[in-house]
């Protein structure tokens, strides 16, 4: 059989020796006498692992060519990095692969493998079927270094970040665009694979009285992360401290408009502002609590709250601001009771001229307020949100009007679509809130976003907030006895506002989107605070957008480089779709893994977004 060179990438652990490409010749590497005594012949193997065997052999060193999936063959081929797990120890180029290869590090985390630590020299090829004159073969083929120098730059992929290291910028391969969201669902695969495996041999073991322990469950990471057993074998080491030190930042960005900005904060030391005559330092920030002392503890902000506002009453909204939610076991989260409703006035337990009133934007002002493409209100920050409703600016509500209000830009920002169709089927907008936690101590805070909306009839909202039934808070009873379905509650909150309570997991047997949560099938998914590599009960929301492209799926993240992780699982669209949101929560978050500006709902990213066709 006749083959061709190919060429392959070399990433050396040496950061200061640039990438290289090689070409080699499959038929060098597996010549007939050598494949027909092995059983091995080109076009039904990779024959990559030999040829670096081959090349091991030569500088008298011994180890495995270990293989990782950076994107596994499907339809299309594979990207593959290759990498020596062990050397003699008697050999001088073995000493040297103990060295922590940074760039390949980048380039896995690009492809959404966010625990692999390589190092080593990696080695990255292609492999893939090709159709030929004898039928269809595997075999290696080209890679270019175009397609991955990037992601060994950053492996943050925007086109923004990837335009700092480069004056032409090459675009993101589609592969590597969607390796992440690829991986994400192999990992889908493996865990439910994993989970059948380990019921199936509990089940054994219970008729077998077995009490030896088994290693079915292998695949499985104690966070929930699923990975492939050469994934996994990558050695997780102080390798991290070199990666997170070293990751580029050659142009800062303000956190107010994301322009570049060299001013860093005085206050706290970690974010970075425009400087005057622009406002991005004052615009939205209305409580000091964006310094560093916030950024360490959640005293300063328990210590405004119960001492400056004196808001931490019995029945107040504040509650679980202090001690979260813990799976509905809080002590706050213990305390509330979902069936009871209160005003403003008593679920913020502030003085009155700080609290919005608690009806519809009034007439006059909705005449002369901007509209935006499907007529609805246009609030870009929160200075504009407390003019509409005639709040002082010294009001501290935005630190919990962050939940409706984010839903409402939601809305605006990106439900042109799914709004007009709903229209045009004269029934509501559906959106489904997935995740929902603390939320339950303040559903009545949501009718915002029904005061907010037109009052003429022309827009109607149904939000159904799903609760896994493990964070439900313990007084929920059951409502709707003999539904079979959970937990269920419905509230009028608004004459165009619907909110529906639904306990379940999301997307799984338990609960099916399309038919057991509100009225009907989503129009919208919304998830806040999401973090969706935290938690395996996010991979049947990601699995249902991605066979549902026709429902919007809008999520926040606290920081932005967990929200571009994140939108990563959506393909390079959902990627490039990061921004920050002008109603996050103005306060500055504790942190105590990394130096990063942290903040309630803090950005967007949005799955399968649709524009209206002008």
């Given at each position: 059989?006749?083959?061709?060179s190919i060429?392959?990438?070399?990433?050396?652990?040496?950061?200061?020796l640039?990438?290289?490409?090689?070409?080699?010749n499959?038929?060098?590497?597996?010549?007939?006498?050598?494949?027909?005594?092995n059983g091995?012949?080109?076009?039904?193997c990779?024959?990559?692992?030999?040829y670096?065997k081959?090349?091991?052999?030569?500088?008298?060193?011994?180890?495995v060519?270990e293989v990782?999936?950076?994107k596994r063959?499907?339809s299309?081929s594979?990207?593959y990095?290759?990498?020596?797990?062990?050397?003699?120890?008697?050999?001088?180029?073995?000493a040297?692969?103990?060295?922590?290869?940074?760039?390949?590090?980048?380039?896995?985390?690009?492809c959404?493998?966010?625990?692999c630590?390589f190092r080593?020299t990696?080695?990255?090829?292609?492999?893939g079927?090709?159709?030929?004159?004898v039928?269809r073969?595997?075999?290696?083929?080209?890679?270019?270094q175009?397609?991955i120098q990037?992601a060994?730059?950053?492996?943050?992929?925007?086109?923004?970040?990837q335009s700092q290291?480069f004056t032409a910028?090459?675009?993101?391969?589609?592969?590597?665009?969607?390796?992440?969201?690829?991986?994400?669902q192999?990992g889908?695969?493996?865990?439910?694979?994993?989970?059948v495996?380990?019921n199936q041999?509990?089940s054994?073991?219970?008729?077998d009285?077995d009490?030896d322990d088994?290693?079915?469950?292998?695949s499985?990471?104690?966070?929930?992360?699923t990975?492939?057993?050469?994934?996994?074998e990558?050695?997780?080491t102080?390798g991290?401290?070199?990666?997170?030190?070293s990751?580029?930042?050659s142009?800062?960005?303000?956190?107010?408009?994301r322009?570049?900005?060299?001013?860093?904060?005085?206050?706290?030391?970690s974010?970075y502002?425009c400087?005057?005559?622009?406002k991005?330092?004052?615009?939205g920030?209305?409580?000091?609590?964006?310094?560093r002392?916030?950024?360490?503890?959640?005293?300063?902000?328990?210590?405004?709250?119960?001492?400056?506002?004196?808001?931490l009453?019995?029945?107040?909204?504040?509650?679980t601001e202090i001690?979260?939610w813990?799976a509905?076991?809080?002590g706050s989260a213990?305390r509330v009771?979902?069936?009871?409703?209160?005003s403003?006035e008593?679920?913020?337990?502030?003085?009155?001229?700080?609290?919005?009133?608690e009806?519809?934007?009034d007439?006059?002002?909705?005449?002369?307020?901007?509209?935006?493409?499907v007529s609805?209100l246009?609030?870009?920050?929160?200075?504009?949100y407390y003019?509409?409703?005639d709040?002082?600016?010294c009001?501290?509500?935005?630190?919990?009007?962050?939940?409706?209000?984010?839903?409402?830009r939601a809305?605006?920002q990106?439900?042109s679509?799914?709004?007009?169709v709903?229209?045009m089927l004269k029934?509501p907008?559906?959106?489904?809130?997935?995740?929902?936690?603390k939320?339950?101590n303040?559903?009545?805070?949501?009718?915002e976003?029904?005061?907010?909306?037109?009052?003429d009839?022309?827009?109607?909202?149904?939000?159904?907030?799903?609760?896994?039934?493990?964070?439900?808070?313990?007084k929920?009873?059951?409502?709707h006895s003999g539904?079979?379905?959970?937990?269920q509650m419905?509230l009028?909150?608004a004459?165009?506002l619907?909110?529906?309570?639904?306990?379940?997991?999301?997307g799984?047997?338990?609960l099916?989107?399309?038919f057991?949560?509100?009225?009907?099938?989503?129009d919208?998914i919304?998830?806040?605070?999401?973090?969706?590599y935290?938690?395996?009960s996010w991979?049947s929301?990601?699995?249902?957008l991605k066979?549902n492209?026709?429902v919007?799926?809008?999520?926040t993240?606290?920081?932005e480089h967990s929200?571009?992780n994140?939108?990563?699982l959506?393909?390079?669209?959902?990627r490039?779709?990061?921004?920050?949101n002008?109603?996050?929560?103005?306060?500055?978050?504790?942190v105590?893994c990394?130096n990063?500006?942290?903040?309630?709902?803090g950005?967007?990213?949005?799955y399968?977004?649709?524009t209206?066709?002008?």
């Open positions: 059989m006749k083959s061709t060429q392959y990438i070399i990433i050396p652990w040496d950061e200061s640039p990438l290289e490409t090689r070409d080699i499959p038929s060098s590497v597996l010549p007939d006498n050598i494949s027909g005594e091995y012949h080109l076009g039904e990779d024959i990559f692992p030999m670096l081959q090349l091991l052999g030569r500088t008298g060193g011994d180890g060519v990782l999936p950076l063959m499907g299309s594979g990207v990095a290759y990498h020596y797990s062990a050397y003699a120890s008697n050999t001088e180029s073995g040297r692969e103990h060295n922590p290869n940074i760039r390949a590090t980048r380039l896995a985390m690009a959404g493998l966010h625990s630590r080593g990696v080695y990255i090829g292609r492999l079927y090709v159709d030929t004159s039928g073969q595997l075999q290696n083929l080209s890679i270019s175009d397609e990037g060994c730059h950053s492996p943050d992929l925007r086109s923004s970040i290291f910028v090459n675009d993101v391969p589609d592969w590597l665009q969607n390796s992440a969201r690829s991986n994400y192999d889908e695969s493996l865990s439910a694979l994993a989970s495996m380990m041999q509990t054994e073991d219970s008729d009285d009490d088994d290693d079915d469950n292998e499985c990471d104690d966070d929930g992360s990975f492939s057993q050469s994934e996994k990558i050695p997780h102080e991290n401290v070199a990666l997170q030190s990751l580029p930042s142009t800062t960005l303000c956190l107010q408009c322009g570049p900005s060299k001013s860093l904060c005085p206050a706290c030391n974010a502002f400087q005057e005559p622009r991005c330092q004052t615009n920030w209305y409580l000091k609590l964006i310094g002392d916030c950024q360490l503890s959640d005293k300063p902000y328990e210590d405004f709250l119960a001492e400056i506002l004196k808001v009453k019995p029945g107040s909204w504040w509650a001690d979260g813990s509905g076991q809080s213990k009771d979902a069936s009871i409703r209160r403003y008593e679920g913020f337990s502030l003085d009155t001229h700080l609290i919005p009133v009806h519809p934007v007439d006059e002002r909705w005449l002369t307020w901007p509209k935006d493409e609805l246009k609030i870009e920050s929160w200075e504009e003019s509409l409703r709040i002082p600016l009001s501290p509500v935005a630190l919990l009007y962050t939940f409706p209000l984010t839903i409402y809305i605006t990106y439900g679509v799914p709004l007009t709903s229209k029934r907008m559906r959106i489904h809130v997935v995740g929902v936690e939320e339950m303040f559903l009545d805070l949501f009718k976003v029904g005061f907010l909306l037109p009052q009839g022309s827009v109607n909202i149904e939000l159904t907030f799903v609760v896994r039934p493990d964070m439900l808070p313990p929920c009873k059951m409502p539904s079979g379905r959970g937990y419905r009028d909150l004459s165009n619907v909110l529906n309570v639904q306990s379940g997991v999301y799984d047997n338990e099916n989107p399309n057991d949560c509100g009225s009907g099938p989503p919208m919304m998830g806040m605070n999401a973090g969706l935290a938690y395996e991979r929301v990601v699995s249902y066979n492209p026709h919007v799926g809008v999520f993240d606290y920081n929200g571009t994140c939108a990563s959506g393909g390079g669209k959902a490039e779709s990061l921004c920050i002008p109603f996050r929560q103005p306060r500055a978050m504790p105590y990394m990063l500006p942290q903040f309630s709902n950005f967007f990213y949005v399968n977004e649709q209206l066709d002008e």
